[in-house]
């Protein structure tokens, strides 16, 4: 019986198309033959290549492996076929099931085609397929589907009912229940007019902000989205609720999918950043916190170590996200089953390794920039009114070579970066300026943080160089200000020194004085300097040092000049004339990013050793992208990197992303291995709907028109009780003749439970609500404090995510532990969940509040009754079961006051399958 | 029926469960058994035809012992370090957690000979050390991490990453529970989180079923158990309408039914986890085997989770995890202070272990139970500072007893100072490659499918040590 039904399966996708069962034989030969017979030239045995043509067909000493239309001369048959297992492949391992030999010997008897893997291939515009049944198509992707079930004789399943296909589409789009309201008026709607009633609701359901938020969800899965770094002490990565905030913003503008791939990987170095209409902040910046998503240990043994494995996540979350491609596997080897070679990996570890994360400063409106501005004229009249500029020039104390001058900024720097409003040009020797309403005289060449207002934030970054002293010895004053050195990007020395402790030193006197950092432990890493200003302080920066002692060296710039005689009381009463305007300086938004480093290309680790370097790898992405990579001369390169992933030539971005709108609206990918388009991946079940999708999609990459044509069509609509036959013959719905069921996402059932009790806080975005601590929540790290039980009644997306500590109701119900990309979330089915549902005073609280809303909205036990079922079901009782509840409620056995009885009535709905069930 | 897993009917076999599941909704009622592997409605790859083999384990208490025991303390003597204490270490030091390394540091206590074996125990483990002669000493384990959390996730998945399966996750997913009402992975708490927290425990890719369910040896133990309702009554009132309610669905298919199948089980586990606690009814001796009222309040609580471990052993629960008692001070990781801390630690430890060794082996259930002593890592044979011992990956000691093992025996050696494993140096894939042997799981075919590609606990690496199965 389960042979007949696997091979019938296995006949129905062979017919599909001519992916399909070339397909299948590439999967196999790659899950079983690749390990050692593909492309990874290292691990390669007796020279054989099974993933090319021409290895298939080489000649070997007995034959051919494959001889086309000749399976019995076939070397690769004989071998998996062989009786003696130590001639028999795969080699130390279980034979090929009976069912895989055959697919082997059909396909060679068939003439054993090879054709590019079909991912590789370009985006193909195939026509829509004529039908028998025209009626059915209400869009031509039904046409795609429909003719598949034809052409095996299948009947798709009827239509939903319309309040069931209204609950489907509302979660689906919105992740929360239709009130009754909307119930009420699209039924009524939906008397008059089906089509429209289904088009306006679709188009209200795209307009609402909660669109972002269920879509948001969805993208947050695959970046490891997380608020700290997990490990012993579960860190903060501070900021990271921004980006969270710019992926429902993006998702709820519409911001097309090009532009919103370009933003997460290159939104620093877009010409033409977008801007928040509301806060008037840069919006294409904070989509680059996608990076730094990883966890992180706070003291690496090894930090080069520690770096190439937060590069490999990096790498792995961005190939699986954008193109499907499981490019980390290529970090120690060739890709043992993709074209994708190890110095590929290491030419995109190059973008990185020319980048740096950074808590950004972004300038609300510009207006911080444009009072600066204002400020910097001010302070220029008030020193020209008050200093004659013919003071002496200050002398140079010779310096005894006892160390080495990294910088002086006296004729260079040039190649330093500033980062936000605080340093905006550097003092030029002799120059006179203001600090704190004191004039001042620039000895030598020096950055300085507080000449525009104390109250200016920034940091200033300096060019990457591999560490050659024991010693850095940086001449500085300031207060409220910090030096850090980051070495080999490593930055959660900010919360625990340990092993780094002395990268990071805080700066408070306001005399010149020498700060020694001992870096000797890190010879030969390459680290760059960062001095940064974040409050109402500031800092001054005149030379570096190296050296390998701890003694101070000697400075070039040993004294400033001494400041010319000035009427100090006019000085004060113009500073009193500015000291409004500055007082009213906006503080800047500090928000995750990444920004362009040094360039650096980045050696090959052999064997994915870093003690092992090969030869450098030169950026570039890999080829089997299809959209090969222009580096500019300077900068990193992301931005021409990220527009290659958009390019028209570029087959898999638009392909990967209409199959994870697919995935979510039809609970299965057309591609069922969402983040693996590889031969490893399953093979498309309708390759030709994935292309129409995708060339839709690509036409204008908008994400909302791509999910309003699915929820649209017909096969959307589908009811999720299969036609028997058609069950029968294709029982795991390949062909799609029918909608299956859905369980809902964790978040939408804790949302749901807000929703009916009335409780749900529909605000939209902010910092997240602290996570509620259960007494089983134990570990390092711990909060000292427990978040509300409900949340505050805001939607799950916006409970905090802390890596040690996630809610227990949601990971229950499968929300995936942020490691690395997840766009197919395991569907698990156990008890666990069905104790929480039972036994969390959460569902408690939520069912008594519900209970409480209803007793005071309806008088009459009826009506209570149906508003219940409207909210938890989408539908009003039935019969039967407005005779139950209202047994239930008016049980005279049950003790205890009435409002009781009702939260047991919610409590109960909240435990029916139906309410986490979406038909 | 008695409350003991092991004298329920034995368990439907897979394939029998298979035949049923195709011909209908037969299958349903195992739904609590093989969680959603069903209820996904597809198996995942490899588990229909386990085991691989005939187990000679059918289920692991695993003592992690947080922070990592020095080996040159417990069981694995070097009178070097005695001679050449206070002066220079003489090999070159690799890199350290806290780069603070000092002189050679000899161990402060005394070893002697224990059972027929004549294992080496040092005075910190005298219980344990009555229990010698089960034994299978590993001293030659090495982790690739010098930090605690990557080693812990290294020790529990595999990967020095967070995200992956736990060990404990794996043998639920290959083997299910033998029992209902209780699930196939436990975590007894004794209250210290590894570091890396309850990742260590987590199920990573496989289904949420085979994560860990932490249990607290004292109070409700687990959470959701407790019902919120004042009388029982009520929850059945309330029970009994959502069941009838779930009846009038239309549609119905696995999953609905799965879900109905683990209310039901949620129901009995309300049960079934208050009967576990209940110790009460043990022995006087029983509770003085295990130290359960001991004068120190860390053994009373290991020896409650030592106890619980093999009440849950009984009932069929497949992986048992066990974490350590706080004591005064820190947990086995000790950088300063080491004879303090090691003798709480030791002193939190030693008897419950002996109890549940014996109590194991007298009810004739130790040859069937493979019983792991182990850390995440060992500690250095120089100083930390003048009276610590620093994290020391290269070469350190674990145990292993019963299910299998060649009891009395040593394998693996380290240097003269115990720094690095020298002789048959083992990598923590190798321990998990024999563990799933002893189970009768094949480590290279104990795999899932994620995203296309198999995955295993021991990755591409892991070789059985077939040395240490009797």
Known sequence: MSTLIILTTCLLVGATTDGGRVAEVRSLLASKCYACHGPDASGRQADLRLDTMEGQRSHRRAGAPVVPGDPANSLLLQRITHDDIDIRMPAEAPPLEEEEVTLLQDWIEAGASWPTHWAWKPIDNPAVPVVNNTNWIRDPLDAFVLAQLESEELAPAAQAEPTTWLRRVHFDLLGLPPSPTIIETFEADYEIDPEGARERLVDTLLASPHFGEQWGRHWLDLVRYAETCGHEFDYPIPHAWRYRDWVVRAFNNNVTYDRFVIEQIAGDLVTSPRMDGATGLDDSLPGTGFWFFSQGTHAPVDVRQDEADRIENQLDVFGKTFTGLTISCARCHDHKFDPIRTDEYYALAGYLQSSRRRDAYLDPGGRIEARLQELDQARRKIVQSIVTPDHTRSEDLPTEETTTLLESFDQSGEDWFSDGQAFDAPLQADQAYLQDDMLHIAGSGQWHSGLRSPRAQGALRSPSFTIENDWLHHRVKGRGARIRVIIDGFRLNEYNPLLFEDCLKQIDNEDWHHVAQQVGKYRGHVAWIEYSDDGDGWIAIDEIHGSDDASEPSWLGDVDPAVPEHDAERLNAAMESIRDDEASLEAPVRVLAITDGTPEEQVVYLRGNHETPGPIAYRGSPSIMRSPTEVPASGSGRLELAQSLVSARNPLTARVMANRVWHHLMGRGLVESVDDFGAMGRAPTHLDLLDHLATRFRSDWSVKDLVRVIVLSNTYAMSSSANPHSLLIDPENRLLHYRPMKRLTAESIRDSMLASSGRLDPTVGGPPVAIHLSDHMTGRGRPGTSGPLDGNGRRSLYLEVRRNFLPPLLTTFDMPTPATTAGKRNNSNVPAQSLALMNDPFVHEQAQRWADRILIEHDVDEARIHTMFLEAFGRPPTINEQALALEFVSDSTESGPDDTRWADLGHALFNTKEFIYLD | ?470
């Not at chain 2, 240097?415 to 894939?429: Q, R, S, T």
């Not at chain 2, 042997?437 to 104990?446: Q, V």
């Open chain 2, 1 to 470: 029926m008695h409350p003991c897993g092991r004298h329920l009917p034995p368990p439907i076999s897979r394939r029998e469960m298979l035949t049923r599941s195709a011909g209908g909704f037969g299958a349903v009622a195992m739904a609590g058994l093989f969680g959603d592997a069903l209820g996904a409605g597809h198996l995942p790859n490899g588990v229909a035809t386990l085991p691989h083999h005939v187990p000679r384990a059918r289920s692991v208490i695993f003592l992690y012992m947080d922070g990592g025991p020095a080996q040159m303390d417990t069981f694995d003597p070097k009178p070097q370090l005695t001679r050449l204490h206070g002066q220079a270490f003489p090999m070159e030091i690799e890199a350290t957690q806290f780069d603070n390394n000092g002189l050679t540091l000899q161990s402060p206590w005394q070893f002697s000979r224990h059972g027929e074996c004549g294992h080496p125990v040092s005075d910190l483990f005298p219980h344990v050390a009555t229990c010698a002669d089960e034994l299978c000493v590993i001293r030659s384990m090495t982790s690739k991490f010098s930090e605690h959390t990557n080693a812990n996730y290294f020790l529990h998945t595999g990967l020095g990453l967070a995200g992956r399966p736990t060990m404990g996750a794996w043998a639920s997913y290959g083997l299910g529970s033998e029992t209902r009402d209780l699930p196939g992975f436990v975590v007894l708490n004794g209250g210290l989180t590894p570091p890396g927290g309850l990742d260590c425990f987590g199920s990573g890719f496989l289904p949420a079923t085979h994560q860990g369910s932490i249990l607290k040896p004292d109070g409700y133990g687990m959470a959701h158990v407790n019902p919120m309702e004042t009388d029982g009554a009520s929850q059945q009132r309330k029970l009994s309408l959502v069941e009838r309610l779930d009846a009038g669905r239309a549609t119905r298919n696995d999953a609905i039914e799965s879900a109905i199948a683990n209310q039901e089980m949620a129901f009995r586990m309300q049960w079934a986890v208050p009967e576990l606690m209940g110790i009460d009814g043990e022995s006087t001796l029983t509770r003085q085997l295990y130290g359960l009222d001991a004068d120190y309040e860390p053994t009373k609580i290991f020896a409650r989770q030592c106890l619980l471990a093999r009440r849950l052993v009984e009932r069929g629960v497949r992986f048992i995890e066990l974490t350590c008692p706080a004591v005064d001070g820190d947990r086995w990781d000790q950088h300063d202070n080491l004879k303090v801390g090691h003798q709480n630690n030791a002193r939190a430890v030693d008897q419950p272990i002996a109890g549940l060794l014996k109590d194991l082996k007298s009810r004739g259930l130790l040859d069937e139970t493979l019983v792991v002593w182990a850390g995440e890592f060992g500690r250095t044979p120089f100083a930390q500072g003048s009276d610590g011992r620093d994290h020391n990956p290269f070469g350190y000691t674990i145990w292993m007893a019963g299910g299998g093992v060649r009891g009395g025996m040593v394998y693996g050696a380290t240097d003269e100072y115990g720094y690095k494993a020298v002789e048959n140096p083992l990598e923590i894939h190798d321990l998990h490659a024999t563990m799933l042997h002893l189970m009768g799981l094949d480590h290279t075919r104990l795999t899932i499918n994620v995203g296309g590609r198999e995955m295993r606990l021991t990755d591409v690496h892991g070789n059985v040590i077939h040395d240490l199965v009797s």
